[in-house]
C-alpha cells in the first residue's frame, strides 16, 4: 500500500486587527521543541499547517515538496502530529541520520517548527533520550491568539504502536 504525504492547512479569521500576536509558552530551559518563535504574524488572517506522519513508506523528495508548497503558503507556523522519523532502534548512529534528514527538511521552512513525538520517534528509551538531548520537553503547550496548542506525548510508556498512552503528567 502507498502512503501519500499530506499537508492540512487550517484557516480561521480574528478581528484583533492592526496589533502583532505573540505566541505565549512555558519557560523551557535547554533545547526547544521548535525552531522559533518568530511567527509570520497576520493580525487579519491566522493560518498554521499540519504535517501528518511520514512514516511507514515515505517516497523520497514527497516530504521535501510538501515543505516548498508550505513555503508558498506562508502560515504563521507549522506542527507536527508525530512521526517524523522511522525510527524503532537502539541504534544511536541510525537515530542520528534519521533526525539529520528530517531536520534539513525542517531547516527549509520559512516559518517555525513546532515538533510533537510519535510511536516511531518515541519507542524506548534510547529514542526517548535522544529526543530530549534534541528537542527537550516531549509534551508541551503554548497560546497563539488565543487558541491553546496543546502538543502531548502520546508514548510516554513505550507501547509502539496503536498502544500509546498520555501519563498523568
Not at 499530506?6 to 484583533?16: K, N, Q
Request: net charge negative; hydrophobic share 35%; with cysteine.
Amino acid at each position: 500500500m502507498k502512503k501519500l504525504f499530506s499537508i492540512a492547512l487550517l484557516i480561521a479569521t480574528f478581528t484583533a486587527i492592526g496589533q502583532q500576536a505573540t505566541v505565549k509558552i512555558e519557560s523551557i530551559t535547554g533545547p526547544k521543541p521548535y525552531t522559533s518563535l518568530d511567527l509570520n504574524n497576520n493580525p487579519k488572517n491566522f493560518q498554521f499547517a499540519i504535517v501528518t506522519d511520514r512514516t511507514g513508506g515515505h517516497r523520497p523528495g514527497v516530504f521535501l515538496d510538501g515543505v516548498k508548497k508550505l513555503n508558498l503558503l506562508q502560515p504563521e507556523f507549522v506542527m507536527s502530529v508525530g512521526d517524523l522519523i522511522e525510527g524503532y532502534t537502539t541504534n544511536e548512529e541510525r537515530l542520528d541520520r534519521e533526525w539529520e534528514e528530517f531536520n534539513g527538511f525542517i531547516d527549509q521552512l520559512q516559518m517555525p517548527f513546532f515538533y510533537v513525538p510519535g510511536n516511531h520517534d518515541i519507542t524506548n528509551k534510547v529514542m526517548e533520550d535522544k529526543w530530549k538531548e534534541l528537542y527537550g520537553k516531549t509534551y508541551y503547550s503554548f497560546v497563539y491568539q488565543d487558541v491553546l496548542f496543546m502538543c502531548l506525548n502520546s508514548e510516554d510508556n513505550y507501547r509502539g504502536s496503536g498502544r500509546g498512552t498520555i501519563g498523568k503528567e
